[in-house]
């Protein structure tokens, strides 16, 4: 561990950086000390250790070093993660949701032994074993309300996946974050018009797009939405 300084980000809650800022360095608090999930650096500044947050390997850092007017992040936020995979960006979740709890979703056999293995010591996320594509199939699972619904599922209908669970589980009011990956859906049709595609897709479901970050920087052909699911 080598000794950095590390400082609060100015405007997203529970969130640090290190760094100059055209080369901001993102880090959350490790409510697990000691412990790496991915490799990733882990830095002590003041008696307190921090995971860097690396947004080549996590959209949401990516969206964040993006600056999105939204303070999405919250510490009592009740989340339904769909796309878990083994660990990455559900565990910098679960640093700062420390009050709530994480449903994480994923269908991958292998990525799911590698979440619970990863995971085990966090209390606030539950992994569960389950297609993103059938939100019924995990309702038994999820006993809370959900505030917040993360997807990256890199799916040829991410849109309608995402709308669906939306349905299913989040509040009104309620905010979903989707990365949507345009080779996924369709990989010779113009970029532009996957993603307004897909927008119009949520904003007929009854979604508001609040922001639309585009985050090739750090992953190819990708953005991420920020989107509110509106009263009926
Ligand atoms: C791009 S990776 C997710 C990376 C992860 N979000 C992170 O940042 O740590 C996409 C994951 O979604 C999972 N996935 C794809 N389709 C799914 C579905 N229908 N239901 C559940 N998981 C799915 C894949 O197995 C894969 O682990």
Redesign the pocket.
């Known amino acids: 561990m080598s000794n950095i300084e590390i400082r609060n980000h100015p405007k997203y809650y529970d969130i640090y950086i290190s760094g100059p800022q055209d080369n901001l360095k993102l880090y959350t608090k490790n409510l697990v000390p000691g412990r790496s999930i991915y490799g990733e650096k882990l830095q002590s500044f003041r008696g307190v250790e921090y995971r860097e947050w690396d947004p080549y390997?996590?959209?949401?850092a990516a969206l964040l070093l993006k600056n999105p007017t939204s303070n999405i992040l919250a510490k009592d936020l009740n989340c339904l993660?769909?796309?878990?995979?083994?660990?990455?960006?559900?565990s910098h979740l679960s640093d700062i949701v420390k009050e709530g709890v994480i449903f994480g979703?994923?269908?991958?056999t292998r990525?799911i032994r590698q979440l619970v293995q990863n995971t085990s010591e966090r209390a606030n996320i539950i992994p569960i074993l389950?297609?993103?594509?059938f939100p019924a199939s995990y309702a038994k699972a999820i006993y809370t309300e959900i505030d917040l619904v993360y997807q990256?599922?890199?799916?040829p209908n991410q849109a309608e996946?995402a709308v669906d669970n939306c349905n299913y589980y989040l509040k009104t009011g309620g905010m979903l974050i989707l990365?949507i990956k345009s080779q996924s859906i369709d990989s010779l049709a113009k970029i532009d018009k996957i993603y307004s595609q897909e927008k119009k897709i949520l904003e007929k479901s009854g979604f508001e797009i609040i922001e639309s970050m585009n985050i090739d920087k750090f992953a190819e052909k990708h953005i991420v939405l920020i989107a509110k699911k509106k009263s009926t």
Do not use: H, M, P
Request: avoid cysteine; charged fraction near 15%.
């Open positions: 390997r996590s959209k949401l993660y769909l796309g878990a995979s083994s660990g990455t960006t559900i979703v994923e269908f991958a990525s389950g297609d993103a594509i990256d599922v890199a799916q996946i990365a």
